[in-house]
């Protein structure tokens, strides 16, 4: 038994109870388990009738499930026992809730709680699920049950009525009785799935045919559509239920329309190779209104599926569909069937464009990475959705690194698959702005182009990267940084004291880590140009000019985290920001960036929303496992800091830089370098400490000056 004893209630709530009989509560589960209906009365009749309420309504086990509980009607309604359920609600319909849920609850020995989960599950649903016809009958004559009951299926499926249950089950007579009871023909899921789908999916001809004849005049529940666009036929075809196609189609006349990956039926025939299915959508196309054109679209669309997939390449299929397209298009070489309005050629695709014959794509068959660009540019071209944005990232990542690979290499692929695959991720990024899809994604895309550059640089292959394709990565991410920036005012800016309140909405969370995600970036992209500008002597003064330009432009700009107002410099001198390491492939802070930034003339002393400077940042850093080189480095920065005139006494939270500092390295720096204090800072802190309104009176350049003290 559970070590609690829940009752529920006729509220509908669930309680708790301990004055119950465990051995009394046990031999009640056994008699409805087993069926006995004689001891079954001869145990209530023992019980106080003040405690029957009680009883009747305890959760407790059943073997079959464990850690799930149900009160007797529900145990005697899954074991089918017809008899007990007809005896408890002729004798006791006062005492037992037909309509009582179940629960799921286990214990979690590591937190030391109950996991509890509210399954909904009533004795009739669970009659249904068990497949008790003569229970299902009882409760709802004797019981009056909800034939709508909507429950959890398990822990990831959920919002099922019984008739779902039914059709699921292929249970005809169960599906007639539900519906002559008042079960909702057309109630849905979480998905917005339909019975009939789930019975097309399940091949049970009989029970879509019986669903259709109750169908109302506009067809409503044939055509309907779930979350995904699916419809019955759609659920019928990617099960390869022939049966029920031919039922829709040709008896109901059901629509073909694409989902919402751009699929038809004939699309999902082809996709998982079903001969019979795609043979029977393409003999009949006159009367499914298939016009050869469309026919060669869908092929295309196949094929470029078999190759570009998130799961597994099957080139073989891949050529077959596409070369079965190809043979249409000139199945009359008088009039062909060309590829016309084809788009410009573009960069991410190495400027190649669609084999436009036979010959052609014969010409590429033997060739991978070609058969790969092929098959994205057909389905591009066919339509940009979600599906096709994940398949691009899939590739860009395939290309880029050998993912079955454990080698010292760190993964990566050769030159020309490095550069493909940067050059893929930013198309991706540009198809998702121009497209306005899957845009939660835009920030990643960038992030990878950033990641594999860095891997070049950490295994010495600093040449491959191309200064102009980092060029227009870094253009990219301060687009993306701009529209983050654009989507929501992160930041509360009090006009009138200038003090930032830092409070984000969870709505607003989402946004801010994006744009601060694209400023990582931006720093991770300095550090790699500066590497590229290194070892590559060609156009150095001209290129280092470009960077130095739009550095300057951020600082004039002012450009800041937009979930706590830090500039770059402060993210350039931490490890980790809210928890997320600055650094992609290697640890920041980054020298070379600082002094980038320096040269710039950086505001060294700015404040973020807590008013940490940038040595604050610097000096909260844990620095755990650094080389003798890395620490050689934060010296230098350290110095760099003191020299431009950051100041040590500057206060944030009630504390200075070097009361932030845990590693002793790090206090070792302060120490050789001791607080002075000038005239200014020390009027500045008389300010703060007596609360005197210096706005009004003193010159706006000086306030930051002050709120640093």
């Given at each position: 038994?559970?070590s609690?004893?829940?009752?529920?209630?006729?509220?509908?709530?669930?309680?708790?109870?301990?004055?119950l009989?465990?051995?009394?509560?046990d031999?009640?589960?056994?008699?409805?388990?087993?069926?006995?209906?004689?001891?079954?009365?001869?145990?209530?009749?023992?019980i106080?009738?003040?405690?029957?309420?009680?009883?009747?309504?305890?959760?407790?086990?059943?073997?079959q499930?464990?850690?799930?509980?149900?009160?007797?009607?529900?145990?005697?309604?899954?074991?089918?026992?017809?008899?007990?359920?007809r005896?408890?609600?002729?004798n006791?319909?006062?005492?037992?809730?037909?309509?009582?849920?179940?629960?799921?609850?286990?214990?979690?020995f590591?937190?030391k709680f109950?996991?509890?989960?509210?399954?909904?599950?009533?004795?009739?649903?669970?009659?249904?699920k068990?497949?008790h016809?003569?229970?299902?009958?009882?409760?709802?004559?004797?019981?009056?049950?909800?034939?709508?009951?909507k429950?959890?299926?398990d822990?990831?499926?959920?919002?099922?009525?019984?008739?779902?249950?039914?059709?699921?089950?292929g249970?005809?007579?169960?599906v007639?009785y539900?519906?002559?009871?008042?079960?909702?023909?057309?109630?849905t899921?979480?998905?917005?799935?339909?019975?009939?789908?789930?019975a097309?999916?399940?091949?049970y001809?009989?029970?879509?045919?019986?669903?259709?004849?109750l169908?109302?005049?506009?067809?409503?529940?044939?055509?309907a559509?779930?979350?995904?666009?699916?419809?019955?036929?759609?659920?019928?075809?990617?099960?390869?239920?022939?049966?029920?196609?031919?039922?829709l189609?040709?008896?109901?006349?059901a629509?073909?329309?694409?989902d919402d990956?751009?699929?038809t039926?004939?699309?999902?025939?082809?996709?998982?190779?079903?001969?019979?299915?795609?043979?029977?959508?393409?003999k009949?196309?006159t009367?499914?209104?298939y016009?050869?054109?469309?026919?060669i679209?869908?092929?295309?669309?196949?094929?470029?599926?078999?190759?570009?997939?998130?799961?597994?390449?099957?080139?073989?299929s891949?050529?077959?569909?596409?070369?079965?397209?190809?043979?249409?298009r000139?199945?009359?070489p008088?009039?062909?069937?060309?590829?016309?309005n084809?788009?410009s050629?573009?960069?991410?695709?190495?400027?190649?464009t669609?084999?436009?014959?036979?010959?052609?794509?014969?010409?590429i068959?033997?060739?991978?990475?070609?058969?790969?660009?092929?098959?994205l540019?057909?389905?591009?071209?066919?339509?940009?959705?979600?599906?096709?944005?994940?398949?691009?990232?899939?590739q860009?990542d395939s290309?880029?690194?050998?993912?079955?690979?454990?080698?010292n290499?760190?993964?990566?692929?050769?030159p020309?698959?490095?550069?493909?695959?940067?050059?893929?991720?930013?198309?991706?990024?540009?198809?998702?702005?121009q497209?306005?899809v899957?845009?939660?994604?835009?920030?990643?895309?960038?992030?990878?182009?950033?990641?594999i550059?860095?891997?070049?640089i950490?295994?010495?292959?600093?040449?491959?990267?191309?200064?102009?394709m980092l060029?227009?990565?870094?253009?990219?991410t301060?687009?993306?940084?701009?529209?983050?920036?654009?989507?929501?005012?992160i930041?509360?800016?009090?006009q009138?004291?200038d003090?930032?309140?830092?409070?984000?909405?969870?709505?607003?969370?989402?946004?801010g880590?994006?744009?601060?995600?694209?400023?990582?970036?931006?720093?991770?992209?300095?550090?790699?140009?500066?590497?590229?500008?290194?070892?590559k002597k060609?156009?150095?003064?001209?290129?280092?000019?470009?960077?130095?330009k739009?550095?300057?432009?951020?600082?004039?700009?002012?450009w800041?985290t937009?979930?706590?107002n830090?500039?770059?410099?402060?993210?350039?001198?931490?490890?980790?920001?809210?928890?997320?390491?600055?650094?992609?492939?290697?640890?920041?802070p980054?020298?070379?960036?600082?002094?980038?930034?320096?040269?710039?003339?950086?505001?060294?002393?700015?404040?973020?929303?807590?008013?940490?400077?940038?040595?604050?940042?610097?000096?909260?850093?844990k620095?755990?496992?650094l080389?003798?080189?890395?620490?050689?480095?934060?010296?230098?920065?350290f110095?760099?800091?003191?020299?431009?005139?950051?100041?040590l006494d500057?206060?944030?939270?009630g504390?200075?830089?070097?009361?932030?500092?845990?590693?002793?390295?790090?206090?070792?720096?302060?120490r050789m370098h001791?607080i002075?204090?000038?005239?200014?800072?020390?009027?500045?802190?008389?300010?703060?400490?007596?609360?005197?309104?210096?706005?009004?009176?003193?010159?706006?350049?000086?306030?930051?000056?002050?709120?640093?003290?």
């Open positions: 038994m559970h609690r004893q829940m009752i529920h209630n006729r509220n509908g709530q669930f309680v708790e109870s301990k004055g009989v465990t051995t009394t509560l031999e009640i589960t056994a008699v409805c388990k087993n069926g006995d209906v004689h001891a079954l009365e001869t145990i209530l009749n023992s106080p009738s003040d405690k029957l309420d009680h009883y009747l309504n305890a959760m407790v086990q059943d073997d499930s464990p850690f799930t509980y149900f009160t007797p009607l529900m145990i005697a309604s899954i074991h089918g026992h017809d008899s007990i359920v005896f408890l609600l002729e006791y319909s006062h005492h037992c809730i037909v309509d009582a849920q179940n629960y799921s609850s286990q214990y979690d590591d937190y109950d996991v509890e989960h509210f399954n909904k599950q009533t004795a009739l649903w669970l009659a249904v068990c497949k016809l003569n229970a299902v009958r009882t409760l709802v004559s004797l019981g009056k049950a909800n034939v709508n009951q429950a959890d299926y822990y990831s499926v959920s919002n099922w009525t019984p008739l779902r249950l039914a059709c699921d089950n249970q005809l007579e169960m007639e539900l519906i002559e009871n008042g079960a909702d023909l057309y109630h899921d979480k998905n917005n799935s339909t019975s009939l789908m789930v097309s999916r399940r091949g001809d009989n029970i879509v045919q019986y669903l259709l004849k169908d109302d005049n506009s067809n409503h529940l044939l055509n559509v779930n979350n995904k666009g699916s419809t019955a036929l759609h659920a019928a075809t990617v099960s390869g239920q022939l049966n029920v196609v031919k039922l189609l040709e008896q109901h006349h629509k073909i329309v694409k990956d751009g699929y039926p004939l699309t999902i025939a082809g996709i998982n190779n079903q001969k019979a299915l795609m043979n029977y959508f393409i009949n196309k009367q499914f209104s016009t050869i054109s469309e026919i679209d869908e092929l295309e669309l196949i094929g470029s599926y078999h190759m570009i997939n998130c799961y597994q390449s099957d080139f073989e891949a050529y077959h569909y596409l070369l079965w397209a190809m043979q249409l000139y199945n009359d008088k009039v062909p069937i060309l590829k016309n084809l788009p050629p573009i960069e991410a695709y190495g400027y190649c669609e084999c436009r014959t036979i010959e052609e794509l014969n010409s068959k033997n060739n991978p990475n070609r058969m790969i660009i092929e098959c540019m057909i389905r591009e071209r066919v339509d940009v959705t979600s599906t096709f944005l994940n398949f691009l990232d899939h860009a290309c880029g690194y050998n993912l079955y690979s454990f080698d290499d760190g993964c990566l692929r050769g020309e698959e490095c550069q493909l695959a940067i050059r893929l991720w930013l198309h991706a990024y540009h198809l998702r702005i497209t306005q899957d845009l939660k994604k835009c920030v990643s895309c960038l992030k990878k182009c950033a990641t550059m860095g891997e070049l950490n295994y010495k292959r600093t040449k491959e990267i191309q200064f102009d060029m227009k990565v870094l253009e990219a301060e687009h993306e940084y701009q529209r983050n920036k654009n989507l929501e005012p930041l509360d800016v009090e009138e004291n003090n930032f309140s830092c409070l984000l909405s969870e709505d607003d969370e989402a946004v880590n994006n744009g601060d995600k694209c400023l990582y970036i931006i720093l991770n992209l300095l550090f790699n140009a500066l590497k590229v500008l290194a070892c060609k156009k150095k003064q001209e290129r280092k000019a470009v960077i130095v739009r550095v300057q432009q951020y600082i004039d700009s002012d800041r937009l979930s706590d830090k500039t770059l410099l402060h993210l350039s001198l931490m490890e980790y920001h809210n928890s997320v390491s600055v650094g992609i492939c290697r640890r920041f980054s020298l070379v960036v600082v002094q980038l930034l320096l040269s710039c003339q950086v505001s060294i002393n700015a404040i973020d929303c807590h008013y940490y400077t940038p040595l604050h940042d610097l000096a909260s850093n620095f755990k496992k080389t003798k080189e890395k620490w050689n480095d934060i010296k230098i920065i110095k760099l800091l003191i020299d431009g005139g950051a100041h500057a206060i944030a939270q504390k200075t830089p070097e009361d932030c500092t845990e590693h002793e390295n790090l206090k070792s720096f302060f001791s002075q204090h000038s005239l200014k800072c020390l009027c500045s802190r008389m300010i703060q400490k007596n609360e005197l309104n210096y706005r009004d009176c003193i010159p706006k350049p000086l306030h930051p000056f002050i709120e640093i003290h």
